[in-house]
């Protein structure tokens, strides 16, 4: 049930609420055809569509994603059957919302958005967005391409016949997608929403986002200088080997383990240059001792800085689009995705 965009006060103004968290796995269960199970601190709690409308009644979301049977993912391999099955609720699903919507006075100015699911069955995938696209939604939610055991190659070719099916004119957000280097893959494939679970994760395991976004040339200081070149390594090759990563996926070659011995006397900033509170005011010796204590400060600054630097990565994405340069960031991305280059000294300019 993620991605409601719920403008109810100023303080959440603009921003989307989701209520599925990727590094908790949520249990499988029987999938009743009127109802979707919903997990919490007090175990399943039943939805039916018109418990999941009067929610959004009551919070009059600007948009919000249709109810659906998101448990036929890419994460696991799923039968033909229990495909069609989560397509065929999804539908169902999504035409109820529909009606429901109509017949409120309320929810007339929020907009739905439509989820296509299928898992990795191809035919399941096709159907669910072709019959989507010809309801009067506003926008469309791709479900279910993280985790394993699919390879990246498998997923990426399953969303470029996907989105192919979808109206260039309606936005598409992608879930359980949140890596660089993935991110980058998909918007090559047409997808242009992304949830920001990944700097969350990045802080859960004591690390820091220090990789280099900066493709524009710099005669004096590049990141080929800094850093050094490793042996090349074929970027096909290097796709085949990359697993899609389930929620408590491990360390990336994106960040630095602030938990090891060799920061406890490195006292300059997390990222030269970089904006971000902690940076300004703390050392990477001062997070180290955080969290080595197990002071609950580590997670709040490390939480400042990873979303700052996450959100300074889309910054540049969406530079490069304006300049047609996106090629040229997919490539610095890529090289420290396969770990051509290291990416611990790295200076914001």
């Not at 970027?235 to 990359?242: F, V």
């Not at 991305?333 to 280059?341: C, K």
């Amino acid at each position: 049930m993620s991605g409601y965009g719920i403008n109810i006060s100023p303080v959440i103004k603009n921003y989307a609420l989701s209520f599925y968290s990727f590094d908790l796995l949520i249990p499988h269960c029987l999938a009743p055809w009127q109802s979707v199970s919903v997990w919490g601190g007090g175990g399943r709690v039943e939805m039916t569509v018109s418990k999941f409308m009067a929610i959004q009644q009551a919070l009059q979301p600007d948009w919000f994603q249709s109810l659906s049977d998101g448990e036929a993912s890419c994460e696991e391999a799923i039968s033909i059957k229990r495909a069609r099955k989560s397509v065929d609720r999804t539908l169902l699903f999504l035409d109820s919302c529909l009606r429901l919507q109509e017949e409120s006075e309320v929810l007339q100015k929020s907009s739905i958005i439509g989820v296509i699911e299928g898992g990795d069955v191809m035919e399941e995938r096709l159907r669910s967005a072709r019959e989507t696209a010809k309801r009067p939604v506003s926008g469309f939610l791709l479900d279910g391409f993280q985790g394993n055991p699919t390879t990246l190659e498998t997923r990426l070719q399953l969303l470029s016949l996907v989105t192919a099916e979808l109206p260039e004119d309606k936005p598409r957000l992608i879930c359980g997608v949140s890596r660089p280097d993935e991110v980058l893959e998909c918007i090559e494939r047409g997808v242009d929403l992304f949830e920001s679970f990944f700097p969350y994760l990045v802080t859960e395991r004591g690390c820091a986002l220090t990789f280099n976004f900066d493709y524009q040339p710099n005669p004096e200081e590049t990141l080929l200088q800094q850093n050094g070149i490793q042996e090349e390594i074929k970027y096909e090759d290097q796709i085949k080997k990359i697993k899609t990563t389930g929620c408590n996926q491990k360390m990336t070659s994106f960040e630095i383990n602030l938990k090891e011995k060799k920061y406890r006397e490195d006292f300059s900033p997390l990222v030269k240059e970089c904006s971000c509170y902690c940076c300004k005011n703390h050392t990477r010796a001062y997070i180290h001792h955080l969290l080595v204590t197990n002071e609950l400060l580590a997670g709040v600054l490390l939480m400042i800085h990873n979303f700052e630097h996450y959100f300074g990565f889309f910054h540049s994405i969406r530079e490069a689009l304006k300049s047609d340069t996106l090629a040229q960031l997919k490539e610095l991305i890529r090289r420290q995705a396969s770990g051509e280059l290291g990416n611990t000294n790295l200076t914001l300019h």
